[in-house]
């Protein structure tokens, strides 16, 4: 078990263009979580899922993002027409919801650093 | 709506002193509480967990109280490293979702 993996690690792009990360939760979570963190601030709730069904939505997340857990495993998150105001560090956390094996803590991956020229 | 406080927003310490970080949060009605660690452009690494019915939990040279009636959770750090360098985020849970809401840390800097 190698933890929560996101990729990619870093993304330069330019206003405009479409961006998508990906998050690998550690085996058998069947919660996902997305936050967005900016310099200097805690990170922000956007998103969770629990298996494939995504159960809450900030209103953070505007109609130009949208994240998807197809399988129940592995998420995405997708920004489209990138603004500078996307600039953050993308979060990806996992958590067991299972009786008998849930402590509620959430375990966090290094995150995709979003940078928008 | 909860909020979660973390003052002072910087710290720096001498290597070898005991220091306490503290966090402060709005709403009582907590889930649970988490110390996270993050170093610069990293994740979060999770220190400690507190369960509402807690009072405290201790990993290593770190203790982390809870006093859910006053809305306040210290980390106390004992014989501080260079190594402990990070920034120290505490967050709080309201429901069994597991959402956080996070304060925005304490930069903590150690000097040899």
């Known amino acids: 078990d190698t933890g929560v993996s996101q990729n990619p690690r870093h993304k330069i792009t330019k206003r405009g263009q479409n961006v998508t990360f990906r998050c690998d939760p550690i085996s058998e979570h069947n919660r996902l979580y997305w936050y967005r963190q900016t310099l200097g601030q805690g990170p922000e709730f956007l998103t969770y899922?629990?298996?494939?069904?995504?159960?809450?939505k900030s209103r953070l997340l505007s109609d130009r993002f949208s994240a998807e857990r197809p399988k129940g495993s592995f998420s995405t998150l997708e920004i489209q027409r990138t603004e500078q105001g996307d600039s953050a560090m993308y979060l990806c956390?996992?958590?067991?919801?299972?009786?008998?094996?849930?402590?509620?803590?959430?375990?966090f991956g290094e995150g995709s650093r979003l940078t928008v020229l | 709506k909860q909020e979660v406080t973390q003052i002072p927003a910087a710290l720096s310490v001498p290597e070898g002193e005991n220091l306490v970080l503290n966090c402060s949060f709005t709403?009582?009605?907590?889930?649970?509480l988490q110390w996270f660690r993050q170093d610069p452009g990293k994740g979060l690494t999770s220190l400690l967990l507190i369960q509402s019915s807690q009072r405290e939990q201790t990993s290593g040279r770190l203790n982390a109280s809870l006093d859910k009636s006053s809305g306040r959770s210290t980390l106390y750090i004992a014989a501080s490293q260079p190594g402990d360098s990070a920034t120290y985020l505490c967050?709080?849970?309201?429901?069994?979702?597991?959402?956080?809401?996070f304060g925005k840390g304490i930069t903590l800097s150690v000097r040899p």
């Open positions: 709403d009582s009605a907590i889930y649970n």
């Open positions: 956390a996992s958590r067991s919801s299972w009786r008998g094996g849930d402590t509620g803590e959430l375990f």
């Open positions: 899922f629990q298996n494939e069904a995504q159960l809450e």
């Open positions: 967050a709080v849970t309201t429901g069994a979702n597991s959402k956080l809401t």
